[in-house]
């Protein structure tokens, strides 16, 4: 089975704070994703990683920044954080199914961080 | 910009119903996949479907990819408490990238 763990399951910063999480995946997946999910507004893609040391931005790469050492692991940086960041942030890692051109993500359980 | 529309958003019903969801878009895609999500939990894979027309069954799930490759649907028979959960619609265009619904919030009540 594929895991993906997720450093910390609840967490709460103060505004201003750096803030770390982290992502690993143990299935040697090429992709991997950070998803932040706020009610009504469903799950927004902030930046994804195809490969060590690569990334593209997402669709809400503001505010926050990416690091793929390596394959297994990609941590998202909240530089300063604020109070608009409080929300569940999920990772997840893919691969090529090599079947009509899927590729197939798998999720960890989430980290829900609070800003104060 | 590719949009999937799931519908409805909110579903609360009595266990022992059934019930369908619908995922639907105007672009064609590649693939198509459903999670479930529990609270506080990261989504679960369910399935993925591939061809068009293609069904799928997971014990009392069947999962349906449209003909066209451009719509899904769920259909629950026999709804139980356990099946509660957010279920979402996510579809691929051979990028990396998945295209995420907004998700059905499901509600079986004992």
């Known amino acids: 089975d594929v895991k993906v763990t997720q450093s910390s399951r609840y967490l709460v910063k103060r505004t201003g704070e750096k803030v770390f999480l982290e992502c690993v995946q143990d299935m040697d997946h090429e992709n991997m994703f950070w998803y932040r999910q706020d009610p009504g507004l469903g799950l927004r893609l902030i930046y994804f990683?195809?490969?060590?040391?690569?990334?593209e931005k997402g669709d809400i790469p503001e505010g926050y920044s990416v690091s793929r050492e390596k394959k297994e692991r990609f941590s998202l940086i909240l530089e300063s954080a604020s109070t608009n960041q409080t929300s569940m942030y999920l990772c997840?890692?893919?691969?090529?199914?090599?079947?009509?051109?899927?590729?197939?993500?798998?999720f960890g359980p989430g980290t829900r961080l609070t800003v104060t | 910009t590719q949009l999937l529309e799931q519908s409805p958003q909110f579903l609360s019903i009595q266990e022992g119903e059934n019930l369908t969801v619908y995922c639907n878009s105007s672009s064609v895609f590649s693939s198509l996949q459903w999670y479930r999500q529990e609270p506080g939990e990261g989504p679960v894979l369910l399935v993925t479907?591939?061809?068009?027309?293609e069904v799928k069954k997971l014990k009392r799930l069947t999962f349906q990819f449209g003909d066209a490759r451009k719509d899904s649907s769920l259909h629950i028979t026999a709804a139980q408490p356990g099946d509660t959960g957010l279920y979402l619609c996510a579809a691929s265009s051979g990028a990396q990238k998945l295209v995420f619904g907004q998700g059905t919030r499901l509600t079986i009540n004992p």
């Open positions: 479907v591939v061809t068009g027309g």
């Open positions: 997840a890692s893919s691969f090529f199914t090599g079947t009509g051109l899927t590729y197939e993500q798998y």
């Open positions: 990683s195809y490969d060590v040391k690569m990334k």
